[in-house]
């Protein structure tokens, strides 16, 4: 069916979505993971794949970010029972079982969850430029990349990237560091401290009054034109993905370290705020490889950037954007200011997303404010989508969900993990306002 057919056809949730409504959707096309996993264009192999790389890089990424103590960038799963009871008087509803929250926004070196798979993609680059021309091999210990004449050798080359913000940090950082040039092509929505950050670390920011879909576009035609130039592509790129996916052979680790069982008995329930969809995307794949059926993975996005929601529900993926139903993809949460979805995420995810919602703006804050008051921590806008996942959960459409997996019974069972995308880079000043904003809501 083609986009005009679909968009006149009576849809209500539609409707709601366009009047900017919250709202919940759950995937009839939600799968059994073995039944689906084959048909994929990635496998469990590509993940490993992925983690052997990273641990290749560690002795590197030890050596020149110190802060990451193993080389490892991994971050901690923190319980969060206050603001759970916080939630629970607020929307005067129950929230079954526990909820914890992933710590992205505090992984080190970019403070987000693009430290995952945009920081791989770079050292997969810089691995295979270095291989391709003599200078590394596999069983090399990779701390000699520090030195200065692979600094030397990589200066010869240039990395570019479209972003609303926090993937260029990332990149931007990581790449500066090995000694790549690098540009990023940030869209109106990036925030000027995010800019400012990546000026300081020599990293070329060039700015458009456009949305992240052009700052993308205009970043690959450059970069296209540069035979020494690599474009890491955020709409379509397989290894950010892979970057990403690494997290949930980590997750299950952490879980069982914290005594969380996760079986089919005590099933997990992952919130993940969306912009393109790799991020999310890539975690939750991860986390099916390693819990099958007994993890469930809801994407969030903001109430006026629905992207993935709508290429999902629609069928149309990237064939569609927010503008084609009359929003305008203006949202406080920068990270998720994403008009237009990605097509490949949109294709992995067609079968093993359980569902998605929206929510607005303002909830952002109020979710900011209290988690501040209640955990002490500080997330930006765009890492509190999650937290409306538990409590939908208790909602009419949520028993529903749990009634068809036949979870009914096991809803005091169930672990809710919100996963926090990012904040701890965000300077105090900017922080102290998103939190003086919030008081009001
Ligand atoms: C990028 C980002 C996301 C979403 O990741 P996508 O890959 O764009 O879907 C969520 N939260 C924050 C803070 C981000 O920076």
């Excluded at 900017?20 to 039944?35: G, M, Q």
């Excluded at 290749?56 to 009871?85: C, L, Q, Y």
């Excluded at 109106?188 to 670390?201: C, E, I, N």
């Amino acid at each position: 069916m083609d986009k005009c057919s679909i968009l006149n056809k009576n849809l209500p949730l539609l409707d709601e979505i366009k009047a900017l409504k919250e709202v919940f959707w759950l995937n009839n096309n939600y799968h059994r993971f073995d039944d689906v996993a084959e048909s994929l264009p990635l496998s469990h192999e590509d993940v490993l794949d992925a983690e052997e790389r990273l641990k290749r890089f560690a002795p590197f990424i030890k050596r020149i970010f110190p802060e990451t103590k193993d080389g490892i960038i991994e971050s901690s799963i923190s319980s969060v029972e206050n603001m759970k009871i916080r939630m629970e008087k607020d929307f005067n509803k129950k929230i079954y079982g526990r909820l914890i929250l992933k710590r992205d926004d505090s992984l080190p070196i970019a403070g987000s969850i693009k430290a995952r798979g945009g920081i791989y993609e770079v050292l997969k680059h810089a691995e295979t430029l270095a291989m391709d021309n003599g200078k590394l091999s596999i069983n090399d210990d990779y701390s000699v990349l520090a030195e200065d004449k692979f600094k030397d050798f990589f200066s010869q080359y240039t990395i570019q990237v479209g972003s609303t913000g926090n993937l260029g940090l990332s990149i931007g950082i990581m790449s500066a560091k090995i000694g790549f040039n690098v540009k990023v092509h940030m869209s109106k929505d990036a925030k000027q401290w995010k800019k400012d950050l990546l000026r300081s670390k020599g990293v070329e920011v060039v700015e458009y009054s456009s949305d992240y879909s052009k700052a993308v576009e205009e970043g690959r035609k450059l970069s296209m034109d540069n035979p020494t130039s690599y474009f890491i592509d955020d709409e379509n790129s397989k290894d950010l993905f892979l970057g990403y996916s690494v997290a949930g052979s980590r997750v299950k680790k952490q879980l069982n370290d914290m005594n969380i069982v996760i079986d089919e008995n005590h099933p997990l329930f992952v919130y993940l705020p969306c912009g393109v969809g790799g991020g999310p995307g890539g975690v939750a794949y991860g986390l099916k490889l390693v819990f099958k059926d007994n993890v469930h993975c809801f994407f969030a996005e903001p109430t006026h950037s629905p992207a993935m929601l709508l290429g999902l529900m629609t069928g149309l993926h990237d064939k569609i954007s927010v503008g084609d139903i009359g929003l305008d993809n203006k949202t406080e949460a920068d990270g998720l200011a994403v008009g237009r979805p990605s097509s490949f995420v949109g294709f992995m995810m067609d079968k093993l997303l359980s569902g998605e919602f929206t929510i607005d703006d303002n909830r952002l804050y109020k979710f900011l404010v209290n988690l501040v008051g209640e955990e002490d921590i500080y997330l930006e806008p765009s890492a509190l989508a999650g937290f409306l996942g538990p409590i939908l959960i208790s909602n009419e459409k949520g028993e529903e969900y749990l009634k068809k997996q036949n979870l009914l019974d096991k809803k005091d069972n169930i672990t809710h993990m919100c996963w926090a995308t990012g904040g701890s880079l965000v300077p105090e000043d900017i922080m102290e306002e998103y939190y003086r904003k919030g008081r009001y809501f």
